[in-house]
């Protein structure tokens, strides 16, 4: 093929490859994680930051690019979790980039034409640019090609959609060289020096012998404990830096009714299915068949021994063809099966392949067209390697020359496994899946073995519109007998159980005991502390009445939105009073360990090579406290009493085990300095989202 299809394939992959990921690979592993109260901005901003709102057009067109790519690239359906995980990933990337350009425009960080010229046409273009233009059998940038490939954008041959795309392509790469020189900026002022190099270095080496007695919090049943208003007040003030809440989170109670099917919704699809199943044995169309009758539209294709559910792969192996099993109830559904043919065949596969996107290319009709066309060249002598480099839009493969390595059955989609493993070696095959049109060469196929091909249909066991009907208003009739006081007393007088879902963040899209509870969170977060939901919500098999219980707003809470929370660690202060009284008493004329254990009523423990990086104590817990004050003790002293997270201690030191003296401090410099530029761009975008005064008002949108 001639340059100027070569430079035509190029740009198709350059832009399909890059379009929208050079600044987000600086950027899109940062979570940032925002909130504020929900419903005073207008109605279009989904958020603010820098005092610059943020549209819900604008998020939504952007959410809609990142679904529209995860659909293609994993071929998946979007459940209710991964909507809710790109919905979060989208939001911070976008977050990012508005927090960030502020810096750099502040900064006047530009990148010039000098600069920019040599990001694409220079000696040592930018890496993603460089890369489409290696030779993938030598490794070596090839000048010559981007020289060509840049004339070609000049040439006036170009559609301008594609000129365009290509700038739009340029203007993120430049952008995302002014994000790099941002964070070199920042992170140039980090510094190691040589005594935190030792610091580190003892940390992880000196080891410290010691033996400790200590009286633990349990040792007090809490039933004893009285805890008063000022004992929270106390704890509350000394911790509360813990108690800051980085956005707004809610919690609620529940009820949920079950609307399984019932008996006679069972003994009714049970009579559907022995139907179906005189009707499996006759049909001479079996793949229609299941995609009429069966919930799961699975595509009939061979398999190995072991690929089927292990109660037919037991007995459609050693059957006659025709064979039907069934009905059987499995995971919710009644299900049959038919043997629909057997056969001896392939093991693995050795193959390459060409993708092509018919959205690109024109449509399906185009794009098969396109693909006999590249069939044609191969068969003319066109290397397929040099062919799957310029077209094929899987990148992973093509920039291998197509090859997808050797694989068995079953690594593949249905419908690619049915061309390789029923083709012959040296076939070249064309055909269409969920993924675009493939060109597929057979490089070879290794090994023999029994397949089969079987035809499942399932019917799940649902319950019947008149038992759904029944559950919902018992349902209806709970939610209609409520007022804002009454919720646990009318659930408990209706033999009702009452769930809890607490710290739920305004983006949930599950909670503890509902996969799909992106509805009442939405409810809980238009909702008043208190108030019962205005409907019977529908979630999965189930339906839910529910009452928000809490609202715990961004910012430090106070002490009434923790004061459950903290109740336990409240106790144990007031038990630690008692129980380090208990160990001041026993060291009073104590000389050694034993005796302050005996006094007491508890014994000594010996520990060996603790280091005080990894301050876990055998048979216990990690104790931070205990170990930082062990690493500051001298040998053989009794130490006060030390409180810890389990318990009350006090410890003497045996003997610390100091290292070989550290002659060269650069390896330990050079790997503190790579761990603290690790967390260093997480920590810049933490500080500028605390700065930019972040609203998120997803929760009332999504």
Request: proline letters at 4%.
């Amino acid at each position: 093929m001639g340059i100027m299809g070569f430079l035509r394939e190029r740009m198709g992959k350059i832009l399909a490859g890059f379009i929208g990921l050079a600044l987000l690979a600086f950027i899109a592993g940062e979570v940032l994680k925002s909130g504020s109260s929900f419903f005073k901005d207008s109605a279009t901003e989904i958020g603010e930051v820098n005092g610059q709102a943020i549209s819900y057009a604008d998020f939504s067109k952007k959410l809609d690019a990142s679904t529209q790519q995860f659909r293609q690239q994993s071929g998946q359906d979007i459940t209710p979790q991964i909507s809710s995980y790109l919905q979060e990933t989208t939001w911070n990337t976008y977050l990012s980039q508005l927090l960030l350009k502020k810096e750099i425009d502040k900064l006047g960080i530009t990148v010039g034409d000098a600069e920019s010229q040599a990001m694409v046409s220079g000696a040592n273009p930018d890496p993603q640019i460089a890369r489409q233009f290696t030779d993938p059998q030598t490794g070596q940038f090839d000048k010559a090609k981007l020289n060509q490939f840049l004339a070609y954008l000049q040439s006036g041959k170009v559609d301008p959609a594609q000129i365009t795309a290509w700038n739009d392509f340029l203007t993120q790469l430049f952008e995302a060289k002014k994000v790099q020189k941002y964070m070199s900026l920042v992170t140039n002022g980090l510094y190691v020096n040589s005594l935190d190099a030792k610091d580190d270095y003892l940390s992880k080496n000196k080891l410290v012998n010691f033996k400790y007695a200590t009286l633990d919090y349990a040792s007090i049943p809490d039933s004893k404990i009285k805890l008063i208003d000022d004992d929270y007040n106390t704890y509350y003030n000394d911790h509360k830096y813990e108690f800051k809440n980085a956005q707004e989170l809610r919690g609620f109670h529940y009820v949920a009714f079950n609307a399984a099917p019932s008996k006679a919704d069972s003994v009714a699809i049970k009579t559907q299915v022995d139907k179906l199943v005189g009707e499996l044995k006759t049909t001479t169309n079996d793949s229609l068949f299941v995609q009429i009758n069966s919930e799961t539209k699975t595509p009939l294709t061979f398999v190995k021994k072991g690929a089927l559910e292990p109660r037919l792969d037991s007995v459609m192996f050693s059957a006659e063809k025709g064979f039907v099993y069934g009905p059987y109830v499995a995971n919710g559904s009644y299900k049959m099966a038919k043997l629909v043919d057997v056969k001896v065949g392939p093991d693995s596969v050795k193959a390459r392949h060409i993708l092509l996107n018919p959205a690109t290319e024109g449509g399906v009709d185009k794009a098969l067209a396109k693909a006999d066309s590249l069939k044609k060249l191969i068969e003319a002598g066109k290397p397929f390697g040099d062919l799957a480099k310029m077209y094929s839009i899987d990148k992973a493969s093509g920039e291998k020359g197509g090859d997808l390595g050797t694989f068995g059955r079953g690594a593949m989609i249905p419908a690619f496994d049915d061309v390789v493993f029923t083709g012959k070696p040296g076939d070249i095959k064309i055909f269409t899946t969920q993924f675009g049109v493939h060109l597929v060469n057979i490089e070879s196929q290794k090994g023999s073995s029994k397949v089969v091909k079987v035809a499942v249909v399932d019917k799940p066991l649902q319950a019947s519109s008149k038992t759904q009907s029944a559950v919902y208003s018992k349902a209806q009739s709970f939610l209609s007998s409520l007022t804002k006081d009454n919720f646990d007393e009318q659930a408990k007088k209706q033999n009702l159980a009452v769930r809890n879902a607490e710290d739920v963040s305004g983006t949930a899209a599950s909670v503890p005991g509902l996969d799909a509870a992106r509805e009442i969170v939405k409810w809980a977060f238009k909702a008043e502390k208190n108030d019962f939901s205005d409907q019977v919500f529908s979630v999965g098999d189930k339906y839910v009445v529910a009452r928000l219980t809490t609202i715990k707003p961004k910012g430090t809470l106070p002490l009434d939105a923790v004061k459950k929370q903290i109740e336990p660690a409240v106790k144990n202060m007031i038990k630690a009073k008692e129980l380090t009284a208990k160990f001041n008493s026993a060291l009073n004329g104590a000389t050694n360990i034993d005796q302050v254990a005996q006094k007491a009523g508890s014994r000594v423990v010996p520990v060996q090579n603790i280091v005080f990086a990894n301050p876990v104590i055998p048979g216990a817990a990690a104790e931070y406290k205990l170990v930082g004050a062990i690493f500051g003790s001298q040998p053989n002293k009794l130490s006060k009493p030390v409180e810890g997270s389990q318990g009350i201690y006090v410890y003497s030191v045996d003997s610390f085990v100091n290292p070989a003296q550290l002659t060269n401090a650069v390896r330990e410099k050079q790997q503190l300095g790579q761990a603290l530029l690790q967390r260093s761009e997480g920590s810049i975008l933490d500080a500028l989202k605390d700065k930019g005064n972040v609203k998120d008002n997803r929760a009332k949108f999504l």
